[in-house]
């Protein structure tokens, strides 16, 4: 399997633009997660899904956050509009229906200028 | 508030060295406990996940220990290489309230760097 993939691996962006992450899990996994990385604030929960559906989105930081998850092999999560304080690494985790391991992605590296 | 402490920050060890990392938390109700490896650029990977009734769980040369009554972590690296540099973080989650709510709380990690 190719583990979970995501795109692009580097984002830059002026303030103001619509950025869109995208995310592939890992098939058979039913759960997807997304989190923020930061230097100040670490690694921060932002939405859930099981199944398709979002579960717990209390981490998303703003309105300007959405993310969707229209099949079970892919979800986006959109900034619009992006501002600077959202640079940051964006990771995508997905995990069985069947244990509490999470497998993260590489990342998405965004710089919002 | 929920919170998890972890220490030290930064650390500087040899190679065939061993080293401990602490995590302290204050998350309630407890449901588990997981260290992350994080390699620089690359995302976490799992390490061990630890419930309340598990007070030490392996992974290889990584030993992870559990106080539930103390609220404290550790993890244990023996005999280190130096591809043991990275970010390693602890990682807790509050028991699954049926309401919808995930509830993880995250320590900012012990950068550990293993020099020849």
């Known amino acids: 399997d190719a583990g979970v993939i995501q795109s692009p691996r580097h984002e830059v962006t002026e303030m103001g633009q619509e950025v869109t992450l995208r995310c592939k899990p890992i098939s058979g996994h039913n759960s997807l997660f997304w989190y923020r990385q930061t230097m100040m604030r670490g690694l921060e929960l932002l939405i859930y899904f099981n199944n398709n559906v979002p579960i717990d989105d209390s981490g998303m930081p703003e309105d300007r956050f959405s993310a969707k998850m229209p099949n079970a092999s892919f979800s986006t999560l959109k900034i619009q509009p992006s501002e600077p304080r959202d640079s940051a690494v964006y990771f995508c985790?997905?995990?069985?229906?069947?244990?509490?391991?999470?497998?993260f992605g590489p990342g998405t590296r965004l710089l919002v200028l | 508030k929920n919170q998890v402490e972890q220490s030290p920050q930064s650390l500087i060890i040899l190679e065939g060295k061993n080293c401990t990392l602490q995590?302290?938390?204050?998350?309630?109700?407890?449901?588990?406990l997981r260290w992350y490896k994080q390699d620089t650029g690359r995302g976490p990977v799992s390490l061990t996940i630890m419930t309340f009734s598990e007070n030490t769980k392996s992974n290889g040369r990584y030993t992870a220990t559990l106080d539930a009554d103390t609220k404290q972590s550790s993890l244990h690296i023996t005999a280190s290489q130096l591809s043991d540099s990275a970010s390693y973080i602890c990682?807790?989650?509050?028991?699954?309230?049926?309401?919808?709510?995930?509830?993880?709380?995250f320590g900012k990690g012990t950068k550990l760097s293993v020099i020849p």
């Open positions: 995590c302290n938390y204050t998350v309630s109700p407890f449901s588990n």
């Open positions: 990682v807790v989650r509050a028991t699954y309230s049926g309401a919808g709510s995930y509830q993880l709380t």
């Open positions: 985790a997905s995990r069985p229906d069947r244990g509490e391991t999470q497998y």
